[in-house]
């Protein structure tokens, strides 16, 4: 009986010993790393510290941080590794100014935005006509854990610094519209630049410029515009400079719908010895054009464009935006040393403001669609990458905070079974793969 006993006492001894090493061995393990299937890296399981309120993790004055240097146009750069609170310059997030409310604009601007006919009248029959009427029926299809903001509220502009710098977004893509001009649903919101400038320069984001198309844009315009921006923000601390090779610090301008004048118009600007070039002046930059179709390819370099960038996010759209043709995109850059810009995106839905165009909607298959476009991009060893969008909400492109409404009439999509900043999270993650990418593919 005694040599039982001790035999029992023994064993449990032993299991009790296995039993607190196996916990103690899963105590020093932390989630993956390692990226999904899709995009290896993006782990969407945040962790309780990343469900704290932003201000808990991201103050509203973040110390300043050192700026990454770019190697060149056509070249891949190495990107520094900042702290905890950092954002990476190569990551560029398309940013929209055009929202209103009652309370700062007298009324809702853009949120109540027109259902767009079809420009077949057949077709367009067989759709809903009108504007949506906020704050229960917005032109959006998410809805905003601000609610109908408007982009002159002060708070919402410190918020949405938050929230670009809880992705590490380091560039923001301000869309611009000269002084007095504004597109076809929104007001003039030039005014607005100042104080986006001074926000972003509170949070060490930086600033750059969309030019949007206008009526008469043209060549000679975006001359005057050029100037314009560079006189009255150009000494700016969060007006963004790209680095070149040869060490020279230039404004960065997209042109959004480039293709809509001729290569030739755009060679009097954009070419040395062209009529009316910003070329070796002060107003000297980065041009960067939009490509949709593959044929402007060549009238991109032949208009004198130092880039190109694709937009929209919705994969397959155009040319431009099908990830299966980022690696020719980017071997016609590299030959013509021009710098590739390719644009992610989270989805894209865009029925509640036209109603028609279903096939063009993208899900967002919790968040895959997103991992799918930011490996298609990293595949490429690009750059900078831009992102479509940051607030873009009747396109549904926005990774800016989305949270879960039901009305009597609209239930709207959301972003669960995460939470409403799961694409900010998301974003964070990945520009931290990249970053180190960027720095093995200089090795």
């Not at 954002?87 to 935005?113: C, I, K």
Request: hydrophobic fraction near 35%; glycine fraction near 6%.
């Amino acid at each position: 009986m005694v040599r039982l006993r001790r035999r029992a006492c023994l064993a449990l001894f032993l299991c009790a010993l296995f039993v607190f090493g196996t916990l103690m061995a899963l105590r020093t393990l932390k989630p993956s790393d390692g990226f999904s299937a899709l995009a290896p890296g993006l782990d969407l399981d945040l962790d309780p510290q990343q469900q704290q309120p932003l201000a808990a993790r991201h103050p509203a004055s973040p110390p300043p941080l050192g700026t990454q240097e770019a190697r060149g146009v056509a070249a891949a750069a190495a990107a520094p590794a900042p702290g905890p609170e950092g954002v990476y310059s190569a990551l560029h997030a398309f940013y929209y100014t055009w929202y209103g409310s009652p309370r700062f604009d007298s009324r809702y601007l853009h949120w109540d935005h027109v259902m767009v006919a079809h420009w077949d009248p057949k077709i367009s029959a067989s759709y809903p006509k009108g504007r949506h009427s906020p704050p229960d029926d917005l032109g959006a299809s998410f809805y905003p854990a601000l609610g109908p903001y408007s982009s002159r509220d002060p708070a919402v502009l410190e918020e949405h610094m938050n929230q670009l710098r809880t992705a590490a977004i380091g560039v923001m893509v301000l869309s611009w519209y000269p002084p007095g001009l504004a597109d076809d649903n929104g007001e003039p919101s030039e005014s607005l630049v100042p104080f986006i400038l001074d926000a972003a320069h509170r949070y060490t984001i930086k600033v750059t410029f969309h030019i949007q198309p206008y009526k008469g844009r043209d060549d000679n315009t975006v001359h005057k515009n050029v100037k314009y921006i560079i006189d009255r923000y150009g000494t700016h601390e969060a007006f963004y400079r790209y680095k070149t090779s040869t060490g020279r610090s230039l404004p960065l301008f997209y042109i959004y719908d480039s293709y809509l004048t001729s290569p030739e118009a755009w060679a009097n600007l954009l070419t040395p010895s062209g009529s009316h070039s910003l070329r070796n002046t002060p107003y000297d930059a980065i041009f960067i054009a939009l490509l949709v179709e593959e044929g402007h390819k060549h009238d991109i370099l032949a208009a004198g464009y130092d880039g190109i960038y694709t937009y929209f996010a919705s994969n397959g759209f155009s040319y431009g935006s099908s990830h299966q043709n980022w690696k020719a995109i980017k071997a016609f850059c590299d030959s013509n040393n021009l710098l590739f810009i390719p644009s992610v995106g989270p989805g894209y839905i865009d029925t509640s403001i036209r109603p028609w165009n279903n096939h063009n909607t993208r899900n967002r298959v919790n968040g895959k669609y997103y991992e799918t476009a930011l490996q298609a991009a990293l595949m490429v060893r690009p750059e900078i990458v831009s992102i479509t969008s940051f607030n873009e909400w009747h396109e549904g492109t926005q990774i800016e905070k989305a949270v879960p409404k039901k009305t009597s009439t609209r239930l709207y999509l959301d972003y669960l079974p995460h939470q409403p900043d799961m694409y900010l999270e998301l974003t964070r993650r990945w520009a931290e793969h990249y970053s180190k990418e960027k720095e093995q593919w200089l090795m």
